[in-house]
Structures are given as C-alpha cells and as structure tokens.
C-alpha cells in the first residue's frame, strides 16, 4: 500500500483563492501537491512531472477539466483522478465517468470529504491491482474471471462475457455499493434505457448463480446502486 508522501497530487484549480487554500492543506496532510492554474498548464505538468493522483476542476479558463482528462487519459489510463465542480448536474456525472474519472466532488465539500475520497479511490485501487490475479473468494464460492466460471460446492457455473465483467466490478468492491452509473459506463460505455434493462437482466442472472450460498446477497440500493454483500459465517462453538 502506497503511503501519503508516495502519492504526488497534480491539482488543476483556476480560483485564485481556493486552489492555493486546497494545495495548502493538501500538503500539510501529507500530500505534495503542484497548483495549475487551467487545462492547458495542469496538461504539461502532467505531461513533463510524475504525479500519481490529479484532482481537477471542470470549469477553468484555455481548456476545461473533461477535455483535460482525456488527453491525460490517452497518456495514462490508471492515474486516479478526482472532478471537483460548482455543478451539481447528473449529466456532468456522467461525463465526467465517460471521460476517465474516477470520481467526483461537488461545491462546496469539507477538506475531510475530499481527504476522505483521496484515500477510498487509493485504496479501490489498490485492491484492484491486488486481485490482479483474477481470482475472487465470495462466501464459499470462488469466482475465476479469467476463465469466466463460479465455482459452487457442488457445480461450477459458466458466465457470459458481461457476466463477468459485472461480477468482477461488484467483486471488487465487496460490501461497498456500486453506483449504478458507474457500472453502466464501466462496463457498457454509455447509460441509456438498453444499458439499464440490460444490466437489469444481468443482475438477475448473477443474484440466481449466487443463491448457491445463502450468506451473499447481491442488494440494490435505491435510487443509488448495487452492493455485493457477503456476511461472515459464524463460527460454531
């Protein structure tokens, strides 16, 4: 696991105030952190630094944050990267998960919220390059991503492609809840009224699979998302 100072912040802000206020504050906890001042500045930074974390505005002067974050995405597609934004707009959700974020932040948000998601998208990162291996104990099945197949006690079941995928996301993230935008933009690249009946159908063939154990609930979340929820088995005395 990386620790604070290993994790150098590339902050694209275009506030006179508030970026420097937020790069203050970022490295009096720990994180170096390099102030941009608009896209095209925070683009060579990044171009010619080594930063392993960016946080951008999606308003800024010369070139905004989503074009920002493509063209750093055509460089790197594994650098974290975190949209702060005045807009609290679904459609600016969603294009900003389209462009390559990876999450996202509204005004005005307490330094501890944001500290907060710093430290959750390292450590879902993290977790992903640990599981790099494929392999995903849930309950007492094992799930192999590579090879596309559950296996049960009893049975081994086959998995479609996008089966997989989705397993794999909610896998992840065990016991934590996946938006479902997210999900639809991870795994089908687009959110619209197909992509959401589909992973619907999904959702109900995967909870089906994984009824082989009664301790795993693939829960929705209202109005949120979904959660694969696998509670620890007691042991007996």
Known sequence: ?????????????DDPNFGPFLQTYLNAKGYPCFLTRDGD???NAFMTGEY????????????????????????SQSVPILFTTARNLEEDRLKGFQAGGDDYITK??????LLCRIQAIIRRIETTKQQEQFMFPIGRLVFDYKMQLITAPNQQIRL????????????????????????????????????????DVYMTKLRKFLREDPNIQLQNIHGTGFRLFVQNRKKRS
């Open 1 to 13: 696991m990386k620790t604070q100072n290993d994790i150098r912040i590339l902050l694209a802000e």
């Open 160 to 199: 479609t492609p996008k089966e997989s995928d989705l397993l794999r996301l909610l896998c992840q993230y065990q016991n934590e809840v996946v938006s479902r935008n997210s999900a639809l933009i991870k795994i089908w690249g687009s959110n619209n009224v197909y992509t959401i009946r589909s992973m």
């Open 108 to 113: 005005p948000f307490s330094m501890e919220e």
């Open 52 to 75: 392993n974390f960016c946080i951008t505005d999606v308003m800024m002067p010369v070139k905004d944050g989503f074009t920002l974050v493509k063209q750093i995405r055509k460089r």
């Open 41 to 43: 500045e925070a683009l």
